[in-house]
Every structure is written in C-alpha cells, then in structure tokens.
C-alpha cells in the first residue's frame, strides 16, 4: 500500500523528470510565508488583548483564516515556481481542500498564542499540531496536482520536511512566548522575530517535501508553463496580501470600536464614581473658576452646580482662607512651590446659608496639554471633628478615671518583659519608681518581682495569650522604699485582625491588706476548723463537706457523711417531728439557730453537742448553704446531769427545810396568835399598873419572838427564791426621811448626829418595791444607830448614770477585817460578844444583802476597827412609771355588822377571833371543825366565812370544795371564804385559791389587816372613821396609831409627848431669830423627833422650815398654834404621869433597889434577862422611872437597857459598865 506513496528501490533505475525553481517565485513564496506568519502573530496578540469574547473569536478566527490561506498561497506560489517540464494541472476541490489542515493548525496555535501562559507540554502540542498541519496542507495540495509523471515520495525526505516543519514551528512558538520573556523584547519584535521563523518553518517544510518528491515521466516544452506560472503566482500573492490587509483593516476597526465603547464606559464609571462620591470634588482653572462640582459638593455647600460654574471658588472659603487662595495658586504657577498643591489640609468652608464647617482639602493639578485644571477634594469632617472633641473629653475622663482608679491600670506588650506601652501614674504609689521609669524602659515589672512569683506569673500569662482567653494572677512587687506588696492583676489579651497578640491591658490592685486580713481569717478558721467540729449542708440538709473533727466525733469518713441528709444524725423520731421540720424552714428563710442537741454517731453513740447553725447568704443575700460549729459537750452533759440529780437532792433537803419552817411556823403562830391576840384584848381593858406592865412585857416579848420567826421565814424565801418583789412607784427621799425620823430618837438618846445627804441631782420618785426597800434601810440604819456610841450616822443618796448609790456610813465600833467576810453570812455577827453585849439575830445583814441582789444590786461593806463602818449598795436606777398621789392620812376602816362564821379546830384561836370580831361591831357564829361548818352553811346564810386551813378530818381545803358543790346544787350565789392559816409557803396560797377561797390572813392575825381582807372579798367599800379630820391638804395633828405602834403604851407615848413639849419650847420659839445653818439644823432635828411622836401637824410645818432655811412669822405663830393643840389634845391623866416622871427623876433610888438594879445590869451584860430583880424593882420604883429600862428590855436591847439602868443609879456618871 506505501508504494502508491513512497520509492523504496533505488530510485536512479528510475526515469525521473528533472526539475528547475524560479528564484524570484522562491523568494515570494518565502515571503508570503513570512508575512503571513507576522500577521497571524499580530492577530493572536490582538486577541489576547481584547476583552470582549466575541471580537477575541473573530480576531482568531480570521487570524487562523489568514495563516491557512498564507501557508496555501506559499505553497501554491511555491508550486508554481518549479518548473517540471511537464504540464500540470490542479484538481480544484482538493486544492481548496488543503486549507482546512493549515486552518485548523492555525486556529490551535492561535488560541495558544492568546493565553497568557503556556506550559512546556503544551508547547510542544502546540508545536506538533502546527508543524503537521503545514504537513498535512502541502501534501494534500500535492496530491491535488494532476499531470502525466507519476508522483512518488522518498521516505527520508518525507519524514525530514515534517520534522522541519514541526521543529520550526516549535521555535517559533517558543519564541512568542519564552524569548521576550528572557530578552524582554517588545510585542512587535518579538511578533516579527517569531514570524520570520514560522515563515522559515513554512517554507522549509515545503521545499523539503519537494526535496521528497520524485516525478516519474517524460518531459514536455515548457515555455508557456513558466509564463503562466509567474503570472499565477503574482495574482495569488497578491490576493494573499489583499486578504491580510482585509483581516487587519477589519479588526484594528473593530478594536477601535471596542476602545470607544470601553472609552465610554470608562468615562460613564467615572463620571458615576464622581458623582456617587461621598467626598465633594470640584475642578477649577488656573484662575479658581469653578468648572465642575459633583453632586456631593453641591450637598456639602448647598450649592447647585449650575450657580457656581464660572464663579471663584473662594466664596465658597471663609477669612482668612478667602483672600490667599489666588495667590496661592498664582505662585504655584510662577514658581512651581506646591505649598497647597497636592496636600490635603484641614480648614473650614463656607456654607450657601453663610454657616462654616470644617474640612479636609486636597488640590491636585490635571495636564490636559492645555491651560492647568484643578481638582480639590472636599471631605466633610464635622462628625470626625465632634468625634475628636467626643475622644478628648472622653481621654480626659479616662485619664480622670484612671488616676483615680484604686489600681494601677496598664497596657504592656506581650514580649518578654511585658514592657508597657501605658501605665498610670498609681503605679508610684504602689511599688516607688515613677510610671516614666516603666514607659522609658529603664525599670521593668519583671525586674521587681519576686523571683519566687516569676516563673508561675509567666506560665499564666503564656497560657492566656495562647488560649485567647483573659486571666488573673497574684504575685509580689519589691517597693523602691523596701519591703513587698502584694498585687492582683486582673488583665486580658487584644489580638489583631490576624488573630496576632497585639498587647495586653489590665489593672493590678495593691492587695497586701486584703492577704492580711485573709491571712488573718484563715487563721482563724484555721482555729476555729481546729477546735470546733465544722460540717456544711446544702439548703436541703444534705451534707456537703465535713472537718476532721466533726468525723472523729460521729465516727464516719467523708465518702459516708457526703450527700446524706442531717437526719442521719438523729433519732428517726426527731426527724420526723414537726419541730425538726420547723427547724430546717427556718434555716432556709436564713434565721440562726443555736443550742445544744443530742446527736448519734455510726455506732449509736449518743453525743451531746452545743452547735450553731448559720445560714450563709449569697450576693443576693438568699441563704446558699448552712455551716455548722458544734463542740462536744458529752462530758459537761453528763456533769450537768450529776449537778442535776445533786440539784434535786439539795431541791428536795430544802423542800424538806423549807416544810420544816412551814409546819414550824404553823405551831408558833398558832399559840402565838392565842398570846398576842388575849394580851392585846387584855390590854385593851382596865388593868392595874403592874398587870398591865406584865401583858405589855407578853405582848412585846411575843411580837419580838415573831419578827425572829418572820426575819428566818424571810431568810428561808430568798435562799430558795421564793420572795417576790411588789414594784411600784414610791418616794424614795420620803421614805429616807421617815426612817430618819423614826430613829432620830434613838440617835438623840446617845447624842448621836444622824443626818440624810440626798444629793440635788438624784430623782425623789422611783419604781421599786418600797416595803423591802424599808426592810434594807432599817436593817442597816438600826445596825448603824446600835453600834454607834459616839459621833454620827449619815444615810447618803447619789445617782450615777442608771445606777441609784446608798450608803450607810457610821461611826461606831466598825469591824475587824477577818470578819468582814462573814458579815452577811446568817446568824453571823462581827463578833460573838455581839449578841450578849447588843442583842440581835445576825439576819439583818444577811436580808438586806439577799434583798439588794434581788432587785438586781449589789451591797459591800467598808470597815475600819474602832473607826466606823459604811455599807454601800449599788441598784439599777428605775425611775417612776407615774406621778405619787398626795399623802393622806390612813382613814379607820369600820365594817357593817356583818354575819361571820369562823372555823377552827383550836379552842383558844376560835374563842380569840370570837371577842376581836364582836368587838368589831359583827355577828359570829363559830364551828370547830370542817364537817360542822359545811353544815352550819347549809343551815343559814352568811356573809363571810374565816376557815382555817389545816384542821383534822375535813381540812379547810376540802369544806370549801364541799360548800362550792353544795351552793351550786342549790342556786346559792357563792360566800365569800378567807384562809386562816399559819403557813407562808406560795404553793398553799395557790391551794386555797385552787379550792374555792377568796382570800388570804395570816396568823397571828392582824386585826386592821383582817378588816381589811373581808372588806375587799364581800366587795364592801366600809364606812371611813376620819381620825383627827386627816385630808390630803391638812395632816392630822396627832397620829395616834402610827405613834402607839411605835411606843406600845398609850401612857408612855402621852409621856414623852409633855416632855417633847416641855424640853423643845424654847428651840421651837427660837426658830425665828435663828441663822439659816442653825435654823435648818433645829428644824431637822426637832422634825425628826415630831415624826416620831406622830405629831403630823407640827412635823409638815417644820419640813417647811427646814426646807426653806428661815421661820416667818406666820410660821412661828403656826407652830405655837399646833404647839396648843397638842397640849390640849392630851388626856388629863397624862398630867400625873408627867408630874410623876418628874419627881421619880428628882427622888433619890432607895437602898433596897440598888442589889436588885445591879443584878438587872449584870443579867444585861451577859444578854440575858432577871425577871426576878425587874420585878422587885416594879415594887420599890415608879412605873415611869422603870419605862425605858423596861422598854429596852422588852426590845431584848441589852444595851440600851445597861444605859437606862445607869441613869437610874445616882452615881451614874462615874460608874461602869456591869461586865
């Protein structure tokens, strides 16, 4: 089949036709080539240059068109110009045909022309496809050649044309691309170069193949062929050339019209650009006439464009910018200085509505070839401007802010030593060195850190930065002045766009302080964790966490105790108790709870604990948590358990103590009250002097057994806390007076000073219990005026703050310091000697220190042997809850003629209530026993029952319950009943009370108290008996009953009122010429013995004279007016008592008295009592000389009777005391 193409044998057996070129038809041929090649090259860079895909198509398409026609019209002129001797002819489809390999060449190596780049492989494709497309169109054009020589092909000239062919059109190629990219050539070189080459390559592939090429015949004339050979020629080079000028002439056409329409385009963006500008832009010439001005400026100025094209431009400039702008452009233009050209500077403009604005302008030159233009550019900066002011007066805050910030605010870099960019000026303060020393780098943080904090502050910092996150860390600073401050920094890290740590800003904190203080508590929780046992629970009572010591004392580990509920500690029945319920609600509305609590540890063990339960609060202040502090107190539980078991057993010996007195008391009072009760009756009756004197020593002796008993039931009620006080308001300074004036007697007897300094400032009206204040005073007064031989007695009253102070100073005998200890033990008195030589209990100390203690005081003794003694007592000062009523005079109660009945089981208590109650005008009915009065009631109606309490049988408790039950099945209204009774014990008043009775007497009965007590249970205001016309203007002019209760007999109080009259008369008529000093002095001492006298009226009169310091006449005439009326007040018998007092002063003591006289003195001195000598001595002497002896004697005031002893001797003044 290759041999219809190709000569394998030798070819020179062959006839072969000879063959002759035309030189010049060579030469067009090349050149064709060539320029085809160049235009084609042309072509492709066109391409490669327009934007438009459309026209970049047509330039390659009619590129490739060009190159096909150019590669088969120098083929075709290349035919024609060998000369084969032969005629030949061209079959026309064929030959047209042989374009299309040459054109499809061309078009792939145009489009690979036109890319920006190419790659190696590509190139040698490309190269390939052109190369075989040269091929491919000369030998088709070949084989379109139809003549009488047969055509054969050598094969090594076959292959050597295409490999020229491909070869070339690789450099070629290569050349377009590579070459002006290594020598930098220009386009047009580079095309030119290039298509030299792909011209070459053309040429040299065709003539080679014609090289291949062996014409098999014989030859033929050829004169006409090369004639019309050179004229086909000539017309196909020039119809080659026709065809470029055509492709070139209709594609620089249409890249004109795409340079115009990009032109416009362009300008049409521009003109957009311009008129979308934000910023204002206006041209100008060189004279400053406004040419132009887009839409913004017309904004910015409120100017239309149209009203200002042709103006100057400097209207639109305030002053000073208005009258320079010319000249500056002038000198530019002269000079070329550009000192506003091409610079933006910041000025203010000028509004259309004449307001001025600031802005930013640049003024730029445009050479358009002819006059200058200028371009300014206008920006509006009003906002920038405000915006700056806005940043400086917020940086002047920051600053403001910063430096007064309570740290150290910073910005440091992130490199090695966090060198800062800002650090406020607190920094100074906080470490010594100056912000300037951080800032100029002379001194960095790092440099004055502890070296132990250095290491762990740059692994925190490191990790934050790479984490991004910010961070807080603790360390300590060296201070320029010494010693260490410890800081918190509290700082985070900015990064940059690209997510690069840019810096760091933070504050430190100086706080070395809060470590102290934190250092501090720690300590003490430390302590406190160390001895307290320390669990926390949550709101709910399940435990969190639990200390040491809370686990070695419940015995459980942590993982036990963790999540289970506080009821594990506890017995199931308290836990479900409603108390325990309430216990934990309170604690979850966060009220403290604190006591002591029996809890159970793992094995039972029951443990005492004294705990307090806290609710922690939040930053809401809602309680979050519960902590617990719990100290075991097992040991001090099983202690106090002991004590309360020994508690008993002393409650019980002093029940037993205290029924002892009871039933004690019972069995003294009942005789007593038979003792008292008839000696009073007896006295009450006619007697004979000595019949009386004997019931008075009953009487007295009986009463002074009483108050013993009175002041050990007493003793017995404090010890055990059964008194109570009975507080009320009451005058404090009042009751000083009167117990000065009941003493002042005594005091005078034994030319005693007895005074009362109640300081100004101190309130007269108080709250208090005024009887046991009366207790106190006259326990301690008595004591006072008793020991006191010589010298005086002062009661002294001050307050301080909310204390009231009273002191009780003598100057008697005082004590011996080994005894002031024992002072206010019971039945303790200073010295044993004490009782015989002064009579007495010792209780009075011991009362009065158990009073003072109860109403919340405090009493001590200061004492100096042979000099004096002063008891102090210290009280919570209460003032008066109200104002006092003005004092009257204490009416007589008188009761109607009641019916009474009266029960007792003793004979002589009911025969003695008989005779008091009759005598009170009332009608009595007696039982002797509970089952007789129940059936006495049931028989008759009374209006008061008087029942003893303890009766055999039936006690009084048990018939009123009967006589209750019996008046309510009858429809009785209920009698009123009062208990009779001995005792003193509280719990048999609640008894009484509980049983049905109504009221309360105790025996020995008082007869004013028991008229009082019926009078209130049957509702009966009685019938008041006015004594001596008493108001609460005018007090009575003598008080009878206070004076008897004072002086027992009413002989010896008429007695002592003469003398008192007598003796005082010249004082009392003295009082008006006498000095202030003096005429108080008088006044208070003659007061204090009225007082005690009951003489009312003369004591209100002397008060006011004291009061005022000076007697007026008016005053003076008073007193002798009251001074009259005493005297004519007193009875007549009262005459030959004083007459006989008299003279039994003046008698001489017969003979027989004197053994008898020292016998008394000598019982006297051993504290005890000769009833025999006193009786001989009520034989040989007046009843009148033996009164105070007597009366000292009924007192048991042993002292007081030696003194009355001696005045009776005649030689009293030089005798001694009896031993």
């Known amino acids: 089949m290759l041999d219809a193409f190709f000569i394998f044998s030798d070819s020179r057996t062959l006839p072969l036709l000879p063959g002759i070129y035309q030189p010049w038809l060579v030469a067009l041929s090349v050149l064709v080539a060539i320029v085809t090649s160049v235009v084609t090259l042309y072509m492709a860079g066109l391409a490669a240059r327009t934007l438009s895909s459309s026209l970049r198509q047509i330039a390659l ?36 045909l042989s374009i299309l390999p040459a054109f499809c060449a061309s078009w792939v190596a145009l489009n690979m022309l036109a890319s920006p780049r190419v790659s190696r492989p590509q190139l040698l494709l490309g190269g390939l496809l052109v190369g075989a497309g040269i091929g491919g169109m000369h030998y088709t054009g070949m084989a379109a050649m139809q003549m009488a020589p047969i055509l054969r092909y050598a094969p090594g000239w076959f292959v050597f044309s295409l490999l020229i062919a491909i070869l070339l059109a690789t450099l070629s190629l290569w050349i377009r691309f590579g070459l002006r990219q290594l020598a930098r050539l220009g386009e047009g070189r580079t095309n030119l170069l290039a298509g030299c080459i792909m011209g070459f390559a053309i040429a040299g592939m065709h003539y080679s193949g014609m090289l291949s090429a062996r014409f098999i015949g014989v030859a033929e004339p050829a004169g006409r062929v090369v004639a019309e050979n050179g004229k086909m020629a000539a017309v196909v080079a020039l119809l080659t050339l026709c065809a470029g000028v055509l492709v070139l002439a209709g594609n620089t056409l249409l890249r004109y019209r795409q340079l115009a329409a990009e032109k416009t385009a362009g300008e049409a963006r521009l003109q957009a650009v311009v008129d979308t500008a934000v910023d204002g832009i206006i041209s100008m010439d060189a004279r400053g006439r406004v040419l132009e001005m887009n839409r913004a400026a017309e904004l910015l100025f409120g100017w239309q464009s149209a009203e200002l094209v042709g103006r100057n431009i400097n209207m639109l400039m305030p002053e000073p910018y208005r009258s320079g702008h010319d000249g500056y452009l002038a000198h530019y233009l002269q000079t070329g200085d550009a000192r506003v050209i091409g610079v933006g500077r910041e000025v203010s403009a000028r509004r259309k ?154 504050v430190m904190i100086d706080i070395t302080e809060s470590r102290l203080r934190a250092a501090e508590y720690e300590g003490v929780v430390y302590a406190i964790r160390q001895a307290l046992a320390v669990v926390e629970f949550d709101m709910d009572g399940h435990i969190l966490t639990a200390n040491d010591s809370f686990l070695a004392l419940t015995g459980y580990r942590q993982d036990e105790l963790q999540g289970r509920h506080h009821s594990v500690l506890c017995q199931p029945e308290e836990a479900a108790s409603a108390a325990y319920q309430t216990f934990w609600s309170d604690l979850r509305a966060g009220k403290f709870q604190s006591g002591e609590f029996l809890r159970y540890a793992k094995d039972g063990r029951p443990v005492w604990i004294q705990a307090v339960y806290n609710p922690i609060l939040d930053l809401d202040g809602k309680p979050c948590k519960v902590v617990k502090l719990a100290s075991d107190v097992t040991d001090r539980k099983h202690m106090e358990q002991d004590l309360m078991a020994a508690r008993d057993r002393a409650e019980q010996a002093a029940a037993a103590k205290g029924m002892f007195l009871a039933n004690m008391s019972h069995e003294i009072r009942t005789p007593m009250n038979a003792i008292i009760g008839f000696a009073q009756l007896l006295l009450d009756g006619s007697l004979q002097p000595e019949q009386r004197r004997h019931l008075q020593t009953i009487n007295q002796s009986a009463r002074a057994l009483l108050g013993l008993l009175n002041g050990v039931l007493d003793t017995a009620k404090l010890e055990r806390g059964a008194l109570e006080l009975d507080e009320a308001d009451y005058s404090l300074h009042e009751l000083c007076q009167q117990l000065v004036d009941a003493f002042a007697l005594q005091a005078r007897d034994k030319q005693l000073a007895l005074q009362l300094d109640y300081a100004a400032d101190c309130p007269q009206l108080l709250y208090g219990d005024v009887l046991r204040m009366r207790q106190i005073l006259t326990n301690l007064l008595g004591n006072a005026v008793k020991f006191t031989e010589q010298g005086q007695v002062v009661v002294q009253v001050r307050c301080e703050a909310d204390r009231l102070h009273i002191a009780v100073s003598d100057s008697g005998i005082g004590i011996a310091p080994d005894r002031l200890d024992s002072i206010f033990a019971p039945f303790s008195q200073a010295d044993a000697s004490m009782a015989r030589r002064f009579g007495g209990t010792g209780l009075g100390t011991t009362i009065a220190r158990q009073l003072v203690e109860l109403m919340g005081g405090s009493i001590q003794v200061r004492s100096q042997l042979g000099v004096g003694s002063t008891f102090d007592i210290s009280l919570p000062l209460q003032t008066a809850r109200g104002s006092l009523p003005a004092s009257s005079a204490a009416p007589t109660l008188v ?77 009785q209204p209920p009698t009123p009943v009062i208990a009779l009774t001995a005792s003193v014990l509280s719990q048999d008043r609640k008894d009484a009370e509980a049983a049905g009775m109504n009221g309360f007497a105790v025996k020995p009965l008082d007869m004013a108290s028991l008229r009082q007590e019926i009078a209130r249970v049957t509702g009966l205001p009685g019938t008041m008996a006015d004594v001596g016309h008493s108001t609460t203007q005018q007090a009575v002019l003598i008080d009878w009953d206070s004076a008897l209760a004072r002086w027992g007999e009413r002989e010896v109080l008429v007695g002592r009122i003469r003398r008192f009259l007598a003796d005082n008369q010249p004082q009392l008529a003295a009082l008006a010429d006498a000095d202030a000093a003096s005429c108080r002095q008088q006044a208070h001492r ?92 009520a034989g040989l002497l007046p009843a009148v000389s033996l009164q105070d002896l007597q009366a000292a004697l009924d007192d048991f005031d042993f002292d007081a009777a030696l003194k009355a002893a001696h005045a009776l001797l005649p030689d009293a003044a030089g005798e001694t005391e009896a031993p």
Not at 952 to 966: I, N, Y
Not at 1114 to 1125: R, S
Request: charged content about 20%; proline content about 4%.
């Open 1086 to 1177: 003659l007061r204090g013995l009225a007082a005690n006298l009951g003489l009312m009226q003369l004591q209100q009169q002397l008060a006011a004279v004291e009061q005022a310091a000076a007697c007026s006449p008016a005053q003076a005439d008073a007193i002798d007016n009251i001074m009259a009326g005493v005297a004519a007040a007193l009875p007549a018998s009262g005459t030959a008592l004083v007459t006989e007092v008299a003279d039994s002063t003046a008698a001489p003591l017969p003979a027989a008295a004197r053994p008898w006289l020292q016998r008394v003195m000598a019982a006297c001195g051993q504290a005890s009592l000769d009833d025999e000598a006193m009786q001989a001595l």
């Open 61 to 96: 398409l009619s590129g490739a068109l060009f190159q096909g026609i150019g590669i088969w019209a120098m083929h075709f002129v290349g035919m024609l110009a060998f000369d084969l001797c032969t005629s030949v002819h061209y079959d026309l489809q064929l030959t047209l």
């Open 895 to 971: 009761l109607p003629p009641l019916r009474v009945l009266a029960v007792d089981d003793v004979p002589e208590n009911l025969e003695l209530l008989q005779l008091m109650l009759q005598r009170e005008g009332l009608q009595v009915s007696t039982a002797s026993g509970g089952a007789e009065a129940v059936a006495l009631h049931a028989a008759q109606r009374f209006d008061v029952v008087l029942m003893d309490v303890q009766m055999p049988e039936v006690d009084g408790l048990e018939a009123t319950r009967q006589l209750r039950a019996q008046e309510a099945r009858s429809g």
């Open 353 to 506: 509505d004449g307001s001025v604005f600031p802005i930013r302008l640049a003024v730029g030159r445009v050479d358009t070839g002819r006059e200058p233009m200028f371009v300014g550019f206008v920006t509006d900066i009003s906002e920038r401007t405000a915006m700056e002011r806005e940043l400086k007066l917020r940086e002047s805050q920051y600053r403001t802010l910063i430096a007064n910030m309570p740290g150290v605010a910073f910005r440091s870099r992130v490199d090695r030593d966090w060198s800062k960019i800002f650090i406020s000026d607190s920094i100074a303060e906080l470490c010594g060195w100056p912000a300037a020393s951080f800032l100029d780098g002379s001194i960095s943080l790092l440099s004055i850190m502890h070296p132990d904090d250095v290491q762990r502050v740059r692994d925190t910092v490191s990790q934050a930065v790479s984490e991004g996150r910010s961070y807080v860390v603790e360390y300590r600073l060296f201070h320029m002045a010494g010693g260490e401050r410890w800081v918190s920094e509290s700082a985070g890290i900015v990064f940059d766009l690209d997510e690069q740590p840019q810096w760091i800003d933070g």
